[in-house]
């Protein structure tokens, strides 16, 4: 390809991948942060809030762009070591959902925080590769709410019920 096509090619890719997580981003941000607190308006308003919030949340993309462009290592190795900090957690947590029956929602949430403490630690005062964060704080997540589920009441047994699929009755 000539180097101006290429470069339009590599233009064109980004800014479809920024519009659709600018939407998702202000999308989320009106049914989740604006509708709760003005609830009851018409389609019409929120369309005009999500249309403001998508340049506000464009600005402030720009932004954090600038603000990084002269870090040490690629975006995408820093990009991934930040999402990995709080996937561990996150995993930890449905891996103690699905495997640990008397853990109930305070162990859980103690587990996560605690996990959340340490790899923030490892991330500042450590040279891991973020590679290892992921499988670090899961592990963490996991084991302090084990150890914290036999402070706390364990889960009743209905919760999980609750999770489970429906039963469909033919007629």
């Not at 101006?4 to 939407?23: E, H, R, Y």
């Not at 996560?112 to 997540?141: D, E, K, P, R």
Request: proline share 5%; hydrophobic share 55%.
């Amino acid at each position: 390809m000539p180097s101006g096509l290429a470069g339009l090619v590599v233009a064109a890719i980004f800014a479809a991948a920024m519009s659709s997580s600018l939407n998702s981003i202000a999308a989320t941000a009106v049914n989740d942060l604006y509708k709760p607190i003005r609830p009851q308006r018409s389609d019409e308003h929120y369309l005009k809030v999500s249309h403001i919030l998508t340049l506000v949340w464009g600005v402030v993309q720009i932004g954090v762009a600038l603000a990084v462009r002269k870090q040490a290592g690629s975006a995408l190795s820093n990009a991934l070591s930040v999402a990995s900090l709080i996937n561990g957690p996150i995993l930890g947590v449905f891996l103690v959902g699905t495997f640990l029956r008397r853990v109930s929602q305070p162990p859980a949430l103690i587990g996560m925080l605690a996990s959340c403490g340490v790899m923030l630690y490892v991330f500042l005062q450590t040279t891991i590769a973020w590679t290892w964060y992921v499988f670090m704080g899961s592990v963490v997540t996991f084991v302090v709410a084990w150890l914290s589920s036999f402070v706390f009441a364990p889960a009743p047994a209905g919760a999980r019920d609750e999770l489970a699929p429906a039963t469909v009755i033919k007629d």
